[in-house]
């Protein structure tokens, strides 16, 4: 390939000379056999990458590296719950994939299986992941935040033959017992895992069913010298499932294949994060997101990199402790959200101000729209670049932001910035599927097929959803649909406007309200419900509901409305976890729909915004709206 003096050329390299460009990503990657074709685009829109090639996603990131920094740390877990850190060479953390490798086998865990993990952000969490894709199992993580319901959807639609789970997870020195809630959602679901395997922290009690339940700690005793040598997979059989909210009730699974998302998060190491081996990084995710993937474990691993797990809030035991680990371990690179910096940017500066954070490259930031106050009070108080990237649980790697790694671009504040080399990224005008092609012009964030590398293959056992939900969206055409607006400028950079359908984003964590409206709706006092996504000065968005009782007579006062409110709220909390839970459960007599019974979800939401809700000449009955109105004050 030609050399590239700027980024634009590169971009235009990876649009017009796809395979050339992509077979030129595809070296940085170790593969058993080299792949014969660079994409198979003949059933679209359903993308085969490195078709014929051989690899394994563990080798690329332990296996390969011990010939040259078997000594160099890989992994660091630190929790500021537990007061713990432990530190994995590259030979350690090798020996300990092999031994969760060795236990999940004796479990009977198979390739092609899935390995359902619920964890807490603790090691054994990476060896479990490392160690399915290093027997060809599919993990399915499930976040740690999620509560028995949302558990219970994934186990049976993933049909694990295992589930890997830790007695607690904490969270500002709160335990929070995992085992009473994997065995309610093993209950309720319909598929039985044969065998769980529980990481014993010492923080909760455990309940073990003998037979199903085994403890980690005797079963690696077992397995300390056993070697389990990488499975040699096809690059288009898949890594692993993760869920992701959209606009039903029922999540779906993203299934990511494994040459094809080794590749791209390589290059993505190099182009946009401009990262070496040896140097360290440090994202603040979780595990059970997508980022948890692709950069706590995957990609600065598959980079030689350092890279640092962290359990435990960015505010205790008080605002400084992520700069004082950017101290200690010389990060050069971290990942973040921009809810977490606003958590930050409400305290004393005094706690940024006494360490050394001058290891720091940048910070990128994402998962949610990341406000120009919120960029300017990072950028004065690091120093650094602050990059935006926007992208997906769907895609894997970041589709807008700058690839510092080709050419150095300027941060534009309220711009993730320009798209991604691969990504074939198109404004498109939702009511006619026609391209936008001016500067300033309004449309449906799309990308031309067929997706880059890294991205999802189809939907878990379901390819019709794949191409309905994601590729029919826009009349006449088949694109893929972020479900984003967007704008772009004469100069490339693009702005994000928000979602065209009912995802939520809550603190960067994405969640659909057709989940949390199930799940209200099932309280037996809760006969309709609408849940909106209303703005929030640090958490992006906060769901608010808006519900309509089945028996009114018991609320007759504040004391009984509030008593129901909390009934709602904890069946949210039981059912979906925390995080689901709406900042307000407000009872009204009606929702306000159209006349032909449609909910106005844009109206209600202007209004709990406070915003003018705009024509309201289909609506059925106006006085729905002054209700939510008289409510949000
Ligand atoms: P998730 O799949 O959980 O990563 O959520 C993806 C969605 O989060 C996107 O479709 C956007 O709506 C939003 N999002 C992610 N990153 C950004 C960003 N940098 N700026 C604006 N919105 C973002």
């Known amino acids: 390939m030609t050399a590239h003096s700027t980024y634009a050329d590169f971009y235009r390299q990876s649009i017009d000379h796809r395979d050339t460009f992509w077979s ?14 660079v994409c198979d685009y003949s059933n679209p829109p359903f993308a085969k990458w490195f078709v014929g090639g051989t690899t394994n996603l563990c080798h690329n990131a332990v296996d390969r590296h011990l010939a040259t920094r078997a000594s160099q740390a890989a992994l660091v877990a630190i929790s500021t719950e537990t007061d713990t850190e432990r530190s994995y060479s590259f030979a350690e953390l090798h020996a300990e994939v092999q031994r969760m490798a060795a236990v999940l086998r004796s479990l009977g865990v198979k390739k092609g299986d899935r390995v359902l993990i619920y964890m807490p952000m603790i090691a054994e969490a990476a060896f479990a992941m490392l160690a399915c894709v290093r027997i060809g199992a599919l993990h399915s993580v499930v976040f740690g935040g999620f509560a028995s319901g949302s558990l219970a959807s994934r186990i049976e639609d993933a049909e694990p033959v295992a589930v890997v789970s830790a ?31 529980m990481v ?18 005797p079963l690696r005793e077992q397995h300390l010298h056993t070697v389990v040598p990488c499975e040699w997979v096809e690059s288009t059989h898949p890594s692993y499932t993760l869920y992701t909210s959209g606009t039903t009730g029922k999540p779906k699974g993203v299934q990511r294949d494994t040459g094809g998302y080794t590749v791209a998060l390589a290059a993505s190491m190099k182009h946009i994060f ?45 605002a400084g402790v992520w700069w004082s680990i950017v101290e200690k371990y010389r990060v050069t690179h971290m990942f973040s959200a921009p809810t977490a910096v606003r958590v930050l940017k409400k305290q004393d500066p005094a706690y940024l101000a006494q360490y050394n954070v001058k290891s720091l490259k940048a910070l990128w930031l994402a998962g949610e729209p990341l406000d120009e106050p919120t960029a300017q009070w990072i950028s004065d108080a690091l120093q650094v670049p602050i990059i935006d990237n926007y992208w997906q649980t769907e895609t894997g790697w970041p589709i807008l932001t700058l690839a510092n790694g080709v050419e150095k671009q300027t941060t534009r504040f309220g711009s993730p910035g ?60 088949l694109i893929y649909s972020t479900f984003d607006w967007g704008i772009r400028d004469a100069d490339g950079y693009h702005f994000i406007l928000g ?22 709706a099932s309280h037996p006092n809760i006969a309709e419900v609408a849940v909106v996504g209303v703005a929030d000065s640090l958490k992006g968005q906060v769901a608010m509901a808006f519900a309509v009782v089945r028996d009114s007579s018991g609320l007759t006062d504040d004391a009984a409305r509030l008593k129901l409110e909390g009934e709602v709220m904890k069946q949210v909390d039981h059912q979906l976890g925390a995080v689901a839970r709406p900042s307000r459960v407000y009872f009204v007599t009606v929702l306000p729909k159209t006349r032909s019974g449609k909910l106005l979800r844009r109206a209600l939401q202007a209004v709990a915004e406070r915003r003018d809700p705009g024509d309201l000449t289909t609506m059925e009955d106006p006085a729905a709206l002054q209700q939510v109105k008289d409510l949000v004050g």
């Not at 969270?171 to 309720?188: F, Q, S, T, W």
């Open 24 to 37: 030129e990503q595809a070296k940085l990657i170790d593969w058993k056999t080299p792949p014969q074709q």
């Open 167 to 197: 007695d607690a997870g904490s969270r500002g020195g709160k335990v929070v017992p995992y085992k009473p809630l994997l065995d309610e959602a093993i209950a309720l679901s319909k598929h039985k895992p044969a065998a769980v395997l």
């Open 200 to 217: 014993n922290r010492g923080l909760a009690p455990m309940h073990l069913q003998p037979g199903r339940d085994h403890e980690w700690a």
């Open 274 to 318: 401009d990262a070496k081996p040896g140097e360290t990084y440090f994202a603040t995710s979780d595990i059970g997101w997508v980022v948890g993937h692709s950069y706590i474990i995957y990609g600065p691993l598959i980079a030689g990199m350092t890279t640092i797990m962290y359990e435990g809030l960015p505010t205790r035991p008080d």
């Open 418 to 477: 320009k798209a991604m080399y691969g990504y074939g990224v198109k404004l498109i005008d939702e009511a006619t599927g026609e391209e936008l092609t001016g500067p300033n012009q309004k449309g449906v964030v799309a990308i031309e097929g067929p997706l880059p590398p890294g991205c999802m293959q189809t939907v878990w056992r379901d390819d019709a959803r794949f191409v309905n939900t994601y590729w029919k969206s826009i009349p006449g055409r």
């Open 499 to 520: 979602r065209t359908d009912d995802v939520i984003n809550v603190a960067g964590h994405r969640l659909g309200t057709r989940e949390i409206e199930e799940s209200i």
